[in-house]
């Protein structure tokens, strides 16, 4: 209610930052355009808002820390068309989206796509925490073949793990499967004398939601999101 106005003494509509708010809810860990948030806020014809006034609340919601967005990776293993470069929407922390929603843990239970891209912020909350101390940041890697890293975490000193977010044990295999495809693409194209080397991805990892740590065959981490926690 004062927060979106106090951060920069500019005067705005509290109604108009809450429909912001759960139009990103419902569009969290995707690569919604502006445009599509947009459409969906006035869909109903009851607000006019438009896209210089849509990107200057999102700016006060990055201000106050609600917000915040993941940028994608693109390394040179895929022509530059083929990447996917819009930021994926994200929120400083899920219970926030949560919120903007207005479900429950009961709701959640019954709505599993819904909690599967709440636990991929979750993982990103708990990533962005507990790497801190080495200036680390995260992207995430997505192309138009259906390839995808749900996440990547860099460390200051170039070292970069690809991580994929998957709540239930049944989604492990396609996930190694992306991360292992991803390993081999960066490979190939380190065979190309034209282009500078890309460093292999020095861990690869599928965050689950469940309780058994374990490395597959193909050198794949499978870790439980709680196994984080210190």
């Known amino acids: 209610e004062q927060d979106i106005s106090a951060v920069d003494t500019k005067d705005r509509n509290p109604k108009i930052a809450r429909q912001i708010m759960r139009s990103y809810a419902r569009n969290i860990s995707t690569l919604a355009k502006k445009t599509s948030i947009l459409a969906d806020i006035t869909a109903s014809g009851d607000t006019e808002l438009s896209m210089d006034t849509l990107d200057d609340y999102i700016g006060a919601l990055e201000k106050l820390f609600v917000i915040q967005d993941i940028d994608a990776w ?26 903007s929603m207005s479900i429950n843990a009961t709701a959640l239970e019954t709505q599993l796509k819904t909690f599967g891209f709440i636990f991929e912020q979750m993982c990103i909350r708990d990533l962005k925490a507990y790497t801190a101390d080495f200036n680390s940041h995260v992207s995430y890697y997505r192309d138009r073949y259906g390839l995808e890293a749900d996440l990547v975490l860099h460390l200051e000193d170039e ?72």
């Open 74 to 99: 693109c390394p040179a293993i895929r022509s530059k068309t083929a990447i996917r470069s819009t930021p994926k929407r994200c929120f400083s922390d899920p219970s926030i989206a949560v919120a």
């Open 159 to 230: 070292r970069y793990a690809l991580i994929e977010c998957k709540l239930g044990s049944k989604e492990i295999e396609e996930g190694a499967a992306h991360l292992c495809e991803i390993h081999r693409l960066v490979q190939e194209a380190n065979k190309d004398d034209n282009q500078v080397p890309l460093r292999e991805p020095d861990l690869k990892i599928v965050l689950t939601g469940g309780t058994i740590a374990y490395t597959r065959p193909d050198s794949v981490h499978v870790i439980p999101l709680a196994c984080l926690r210190p």
